[in-house]
């Protein structure tokens, strides 16, 4: 987990205002138009910067009945432990987006997760942010 100055250990709040600055950061750099995975390895390299843990594609598992069951789920980004990020670069994000990550936060049992879509001209409107 990142941690401050202090030593004590980042809530996901602060995690994710970092994610935020980072992502906004990226997209100022790249502006839209790239595909979904060069915006998460450079958006991995800035959270990393940030001195943030970044784990990218993290196999989720499904569990039917008690057996675990591969589906090929994956989570895009995992931050710190805490919060699922899934990026996408689409016209708009579509319900079935936030239901995505709705079920991804269910399934990995984290609380909090945020969508971004880098394909938006003006990038603080693209983010979602849901918390279970």
């Given amino acids: 987990m990142g941690q401050k100055e202090d030593g004590s250990v980042l809530i996901s709040g602060e995690v994710t205002e970092l994610i935020i600055g980072g992502a906004i950061e990226v997209h100022r750099a790249l502006g ?11 958006l991995a390299r800035e ?4 001195n943030l843990s970044v784990r990218r594609q993290v196999p989720l598992p499904v569990f039917y009945k008690g057996e ?12 710190n432990d ?5 990026l996408k670069c689409v016209d708009e994000i579509a319900p079935v987006h936030t239901a995505q990550l709705l079920t991804y936060l269910r399934l990995s049992s984290k609380r909090v997760g945020l969508l971004i879509n880098f394909h938006a001209s003006v990038l603080k409107d693209a983010i979602v942010r849901r918390a279970l």
């Avoid at 839209?32 to 450079?42: F, T, V």
């Avoid at 959270?47 to 940030?50: D, K, N, P, Q, W």
């Avoid at 675990?68 to 931050?79: A, H, K, L, Q, W």
Wanted: glycine share 6%; aromatic share 6%; proline share 3%.
């Fill in 82 to 86: 805490q919060v699922i990020v899934e």
């Fill in 32 to 42: 839209p138009g790239l595909l979904e995975s060069a915006y998460e390895a450079c």
């Fill in 47 to 50: 959270l990393s910067m940030r």
């Fill in 68 to 79: 675990e069951v591969e589906c090929g789920y994956r989570i895009d980004m995992m931050i």
